[in-house]
């Protein structure tokens, strides 16, 4: 992992979010992206790990894009951790988004939570999003949950009963309750049959739930309208398809 600064932060609470299969309708990682556009502050970028030593490049290919001066570049997948700083908040934030990683998943846990202490966060919070048996037009669906009895009884979350594969986030939060960190997953659930697009509306759903369980606001933005335009779509949608209807 590159380190370029240690941010000076106040009580800081560590939210993670990544592309891939934690991600259904690319709900965490557009809940990540609004958190990090919701103040009018500049985030500092504080680390990222190296590409090469983490990512199958078949799985995850770099993108070709082409700059203003008519340049090609490309961009590598990886994983970037920033600081947000928050004055109006009681405590400030490391903010963690990227793609989940293809191996060495506990080297890349170890790294990042090393990272974590010396950031001194208080409290760790992973994102994510999953597929469900549960109609668009209803309100999303939030659970949060502890991988262990003791954190989820302190924190007022439930205890996590999953069994299973699971991915990064997983890894992520046995590793914190084997290190003694705080640590609790939030996981919005998505309609199976409007997974193909982004779903602000569950986006949405995980920054109510982040402000519910850290007692702050975080502003809106065109959040909620763009949840709306997101429902109205999905409504058309099943029309068109019986079995969806």
Known sequence: MHIHQIPQLRKPVAILAFNGWNDAGEAASGAISHLMNAWTIQENLVAETDSEEFYDFQVNRPLVYID???????????????????????????????????????????????????????????????????????PITVSGSGAHPDIAKRLGVEISKYEGPTGILGVIQDACVKRGIDAISLWAAIPHYASNSPSPKASLALIHALEDFLEVTIPQGELPDEALEWEKDVTELAKEDSEVA
């Open 68 to 138: 203003d001066s008519s340049i090609r570049n490309l961009t590598w997948p990886g994983t970037q951790i920033y600081a947000l700083q928050t004055p109006e908040l009681p405590c400030d934030f490391i903010v963690v988004r990227g793609v989940e990683p293809s191996m060495k998943w506990k080297t890349f846990t170890s790294e990042l939570l090393d990272l974590a202490d010396d950031c001194e966060v208080d409290l760790i919070i992973t994102l994510g999003s999953m597929l469900a048996d549960t109609p668009h037009t209803r």
